[in-house]
């Protein structure tokens, strides 16, 4: 008695299940591998998306800031045209005060016999020429000149006479100042 045992379709269907448990693997991997590409691809469009945005912003915050520049360097601009617009306001104002304070003091000033016969203005620099019957008029009116609030003190340039006992010409130089507010409480007396 011989059995005799058949081993082929016993194999053939182990077989037969292990090519659909590797078929079946192979088709699980592939979703997997195609759901994880997908995954993937999608969380990428989503940080490229979040980082277009913040590019976007970034780029529109430049534009405001760009402009915001422009305007303010516009008005700084602005600023420094009206600075010195008040500059040349306050210097105008200042130096019409100081004209009427030169002239009064070149008045007040002048001493008994003394003459002014020419008067030049360059800035704040006076050139003065003048005639006195002696030198010591010619001295008082240096020194009446050096006590005045908006003049500085003056140089003798010159003193010339034609011939002794004739009167003597002068000239001298002087500046201007603005005089305090000390000099003008007490009148631009010494």
Request: aromatic fraction near 6%; avoid cysteine.
């Amino acid at each position: 008695m011989t059995i005799e045992i058949n081993l082929l379709p016993w194999r053939e269907e182990v077989r037969a299940r292990r090519s659909k448990r590797f078929y079946l693997a192979l088709a699980l991997m592939a979703l997997i591998g195609l759901g994880g590409g997908y995954g993937m691809t999608w969380y990428y469009e989503q940080q490229l998306s979040a980082q277009q945005e913040r590019n976007q912003f970034v780029e529109a915050e430049s534009r405001r800031l760009d402009a915001a520049i422009r305007e303010i360097s516009e008005l700084e601009e602005i600023r420094q045209t009206m600075e010195a617009q008040v500059r040349v306001f306050t210097e105008l104002q200042g130096g019409r005060g100081l004209t009427v304070h030169v002239f009064n003091d070149l008045v007040t000033s002048l001493v008994d016999g003394v003459h002014y016969t020419r008067l030049n203005r360059q800035g704040d620099n006076l050139q003065m020429a003048g005639v006195a019957e002696n030198n010591r008029q010619v001295s008082d009116q240096l020194r009446a000149l050096a006590a005045a609030t908006s003049l500085t003190e003056p140089v003798l340039s010159e003193v010339e006479a034609e011939q002794e006992g004739e009167l003597r010409h002068f000239s001298l130089s002087l500046g201007q100042r603005m005089p305090s507010a000390s000099d003008d409480a007490s009148g631009g007396q010494p």
